[in-house]
């Protein structure tokens, strides 16, 4: 079982920044991938950014969803077992309810959601 502990979102400006994370703990094996998505008001749930990581760190690949490309980072800190995501020059429609996702072998597991609202 893994359970994966999300950070707080919260309101942000636009052209803002907010740096969420997702802290996974339990029985996780050597090569997993771990997503973060998104789901507005009224939306599906999109996939924003993964990473796959293996033991070795030189392994990562990572994506992004073309509406955040060069405004999102994707990373993770091996000693803190936590994967972050960096979110610069917010705009209104980045608003949304932001979940993690890992996914090894055939489980899958989500975190609860954290709201980012991107508002003047």
């Known amino acids: 079982q893994v359970r994966l502990v999300q950070s707080r979102g919260g309101l942000v400006q636009p052209g803002g920044s907010l740096r969420l994370g997702c802290a996974a703990s339990?029985?996780?094996?050597?090569?997993?991938?771990v997503g973060w998505y998104r789901q507005g008001p009224g939306s599906q749930r999109d996939l924003v950014a993964s990473?796959?990581?293996?033991?070795?760190?030189?392994?990562?690949?990572?994506t992004y969803a073309d509406f955040v490309k060069g405004r999102f980072t994707i990373s993770r800190d091996n000693a803190k077992n936590t994967v972050y995501l960096q979110m610069n020059s917010l705009r209104p429609e980045d608003t949304a309810v932001y979940y993690c996702?890992?996914?090894?072998?055939?489980?899958?597991?989500w975190g609860l959601g954290t709201q980012v609202t991107v508002s003047s």
């Open positions: 996702n890992l996914r090894q072998g055939s489980s899958e597991y």
């Open positions: 339990g029985d996780i094996s050597s090569l997993f991938v």
């Open positions: 990473i796959v990581i293996r033991d070795t760190a030189d392994y990562d690949r990572t």
